[in-house]
Each structure stands twice: as C-alpha cells, then as structure tokens.
C-alpha cells in the first residue's frame, strides 16, 4: 500500500503484486479498511468512521459499495470460507471482463502469455551498472543528429512514400519488422519498471488491427510516488522507438538502394507513426494516456470523466440528487468535461479511418470492422443507457423525467443526422486545357535569343513574342540566293544557245528557288508571333535565353477571354458521387488555393480509362497519381 498526493489531496494506492491490479482508495475509504480487522462488525466500522470522519463520512450505500468492489478485487478475506461455485462463478466473470475488454476494443485484442518479471530483472542486472547519465547522453547523441539530418532530407523521405510504403512487396517487410519494433517498444516499458524497483508479472500478445504486437502490462507504476517516474515508464517505449528511428535515419542516409534502406525506411515510419500518433497521443488509452494523467495529478482521467459527466447529466437534465461519484476541484473539472468527449469522438474518427483504409483493398473486412466499431461506439452504450434509465435506484423518483429526457436527445440527435444536411465534396486533380491556337509553338529549331513581350502581357495576333536564333542559317540562306542568281544566269545564256539544256536549267532553278523559299520561310519563323489575341503567358521565362528548342515544342500560351476548360482525372471510388449526386463544382489553382471558380461539367469522355490527360498529373510530374513504370509516366 502506498500512500500518493494527486493535487494536494491523499490518496491510497493497492498493489496486488501477485495478480499485477492497481486499486486506488480515497482516505475516507482507506480508513474504513484498516478497521477492518476481523475484529469489528461492520455496523461498528461504519459508526466509529462517521465519528472520526464527521461530515466526510461514507453513507451506508457506499460503504455496500466499497464491500463489493473488494470482494470482487479479492481483496476481502473473511471467517467463511468461500464456496468452490463462488470462486468459479468469479474466475468466469474475470474471463468474459477480459473478453468484454477485447469486444468494446475490435482493434486491440490482448492475449496474456507469459511472466517477464525474471527475464527483465536478468537485463538490468546487466545495465545498471552504465548509469542513467550514459543512457540520457547515448539517446541525445542518436536522436537530436538524426532529427537535423532527416529534416534536411525531407523531401527525399516523403517522395513517393505512399506508393513505395503500399507497394505489396513492402507490406510482407512491414508486416515483419512491427512486431520486433514494438517489442522493444514494450521491453523499454519493463526495463524503466524495473529500474525503479517496480515488477512485471504479465506480457502476451495484442491485435492491433489484427496485426500482432507484444505488450506488457505496466500498471505497477500506479504504486510509484513520484508522478514523473511514472510518466517516464509511460514515455520509456517512445523513447525506444525514437532511438531506432535514429538509427534508422543513419542507415537510410549511407546505405545503398536495396533491402537493408527499405527496412531502415519502414522502422523510420513504424517508429515516428506510432510515437507521434497512436502512442503520444491521449486520447487513446496507450502510452500519452497515462503520461497526461501523471503530469495532470488525476489518476483514471478516462473513468472519471466518464463518471462526472453520468453524474452531471443526472444531476441538471434528470433532476436526480445523487452524491458526486468523487470530489472534483476546480482545477480538475476542465479536464474531466474535456476528456470523454475527445476521446470518444477520436476513437471512432480511427475506427471509421481504419475501416475505410482496409475497405479499399479487402471490402469485406473493411465491412467487418465498420460493423464492430458500430455496435460498440453505439449499440451497447445505448444499450447501457436503456438498462440504468430503467433500473437504476438512483431515478426512483426521476425515471419518467429521465426517460422523457433521454427519448428527447436521442431523437433530437437523429434528425439532426438524419434531416440536417452535412457536406460532402470530392478532391480531385486536373489540368486547365486550352485550345490549339491558344498554344504558342516553335515554327523553327533554334535557340531563343530574348523573350520580345514580357509573360503575362496582353497581346495581339500576329504580335512577336520570341526571338530565336540559327547561327548557320543566314549563311545558307545567302550561299542559296547565290545559287539561285547563277542558274539565272545560266538559264539566260542557255536560253539563247540551246533550249533542250534551258528546260533542264529551268527545273533546277525551281528546286534552288523552293529551298530558298524553304530557308527564307525558317528564318521568318526565327520570330514567334502571337496566334491570337489575348494574355501571353511564357513558359519557364527565367531561363529562355539561351536554351535550345526543336520545332514544335510548346514554349507558351495566349490565353483568350473564353471560359477555361479543365480536363480532370476522377477516382474510380468517387465518379459515382459525382455522376449521380452532384451539387456543383468549384475550381482551385494550385499556386491560388485561396480562390474559388465556378465551373460545371460540360462532359465526361471517357466512361473510363487508364491513362493520364497529362504528365503533370502523375508523381514524376508533381501530381499524385502513381503510374505504372512500363507504361512510362501516361
């Protein structure tokens, strides 16, 4: 038994170090324990306590309570002995507790396996002797490094991560990479216990996700006194995983492409999903839970908020007088009225996320886990209300108001999702496509000397907007007007001399006079005009000067006063929303996201396809469509 400060009030932690439980006591409840000698009847305990406690005492209610909740702890040892059906009849109700714990939980199922307790006490026999000081210096000196290096890199990591993370070769890697990571994860927990003299007398196995994962149950800590031991138990997995991460980090950065940088790659997602997401996080009860709760001084943050808000819906919707479950301060009731309806909200935000993930590859069990969420977030807290708004002795006098009350939400509840419409939209990624003549194209190889009109400028058809430059074709153009000159001459001659060899001088001089014709015509095309009238937008204008371009390569546009067509690519999972249920459309540019367009469809060609509008709506163009590597980036 240890005795606890949480927000300047005492309260009394119980360890049963044989079946791992933690039980906490007010000291109200703690002294009608100690009284508890096997001496006195209970009538006697409960009216010496109300003489010692005064105002404070129990009433006669919580002390039944209090009895129960220790006879069902096996915490109560009385002159009777307890009957073999008694005992049985509680081992059965400990077993479908577990089984109960696992159904309200579809994504994490645990299955206890093994006593650690040894084992760990074996490894710290081995690392105390480095000290804390070596520990706290060998994990700064991996993470912060690594945190500076991968933040540099970011863009390199981030690439493509998607695709390469669901790539089915990758998920067969991921798959058996998690569990080794989390049981480090889990072996930190055990070994900072142990290192503050705590013990561990259950590990096993939990289905996160149907995935395997090794836990360990750490629920020793409650007994620690210091609330930052506690915390540091609560934190010691994050830290693991953190300092694999950082590890990770090295081996991705100087490790060649191959296996051993895709395993590096997948520990850096493993290790900083689960840290900053699903173990960091509060409002699921992993690691962040219980590290809020130790540096709030406000031990089951969860169950009281719970209670606390039972207890404040009975108290002014139901009109019911009933005692407050435990004495909350001011300082505490922001975060108990905060707490339950965070959490609740943000369980079924994942569950609904993970159903939706796992719907898109494997339906059925997406379904599966849809329909477990439901029944549990729901069907059974309704379920639960339903049986106390009926026979709770608690709304003996308020159960027709109560009820009323109740029937009230709920169906106030239900037109609000059911009559009140909430909004829906899908995102999807499209190209602005403009018209043949709006396009600006290259009549001429060359290379472009200056742009003559400045980009984004208004412009007329027919207006120069580049100037190119062939360096040997002004000399081919006047080596060829010199040719064409001299047949001239010659068909002259010829023409007196001999008319037969003037018909052959005459075709020649046409072919020398359709390639000049043919020059004269590149070097009119040296300058880019305008094909029509409207705004000249360049493309890649810095760095024109100077570059080479072929002919017919598109090196801008002219963009006219009609309506802007946007050809848009739509997801399969989506086009039916959008066939069958669309409301309207609105356009975003992607470097103006803060404007909106109006737009409607004009049509949807095809009815389906695999193949891209554009590159720049796939990853090597800065889109988010992955391609398929044969088929180059279409």
Known sequence: IHRHRYRCKTWYVMHDQVTGRVHLFTPAAYLLIGKMNGERALDQIWKEAAVQLGEDAPSQDEVVRLLSRLHSADLIQSDEASETAELLERLTKHRWSRLSRNFKNPVAITVSLIDPDRALEAMMAFLRPFGARFFVALWLGLVLPAAVLLTLHWQEWTESLPERTLASENLLLLAMLFPVVKLLHE??????????????????????????????????????????????????????????????????????????????????????????????????????????????????????????????????????????????????????????????????????????????????????????????????????????????????????????VSAAGFLTIAALIMLVPAPLATVSEGIIWLPEEAQVRVGTSGFISHLQVASDTRVEAGDPLFQLEEPHLAARLLVQQQRVAEVETRLRAEEVNDRVKAALVRQELEAERSELRRLSLRAARLVVRSPRGGTFVALRPDDAPGRYITEGTIIGFVVGDEPRTVRAVVRQDNIELVRNHLRGVRARIADRLQDDFEASIIREVPAAGDALPSKALGVAGGGRIATDPPDGES
């Not at 070994?191 to 836990?215: E, Q, R, S």
């Not at 995983?241 to 090295?250: D, G, Q, R, S």
Request: glycine share 8%; aromatic share 14%.
């Open 187 to 404: 072996l930190g927990h055990g070994l900072m216990i142990k290192a503050f003299g705590g013990t561990v007398h259950d590990a096993g196995v939990m289905l996160l996700v149907f995935v395997p994962v090794p836990y360990v149950d750490a629920s020793a800590s409650l007994s620690f006194k210091s609330k930052y031991r506690r915390a540091l138990v609560g934190a010691a997995g994050m830290i693991v995983e953190l300092a694999l991460a950082a590890i990770a980090v090295y081996i991705w950065l100087f490790s060649e492409l191959g296996l051993v940088k895709a395993m590096a790659l997948d520990v850096i997602l493993i290790a900083g999903f689960s840290t900053l997401v699903v173990n960091g996080n509060p409002l699921f009860r992993f690691d962040g839970y219980y590290i809020l709760s130790d540096l709030l001084e406000i031990p089951n943050l969860g169950s009281r908020s719970i209670n606390y808000w039972g207890w404040l819906l009975q108290r002014h919707l139901f009109d019911a007088q009933t005692q407050q479950p435990h004495s909350v301060s001011r300082s505490e009731a922001p975060w108990l009225l905060a707490y339950a309806p965070l959490s609740y909200v943000y369980r079924i935000f994942v569950f609904v996320s993970i159903a939706l993930f796992v719907a898109t590859e494997y339906l059925a069990v997406g379904v599966a886990i849809a329909i477990w969420s439901l029944i549990a977030s729901f069907v059974i807290p309704i379920g639960r209300i339903v049986v106390f708004l009926f026979n709770s002795p608690t709304l003996k006098d308020r159960r027709g108001r109560a009820i009323a």
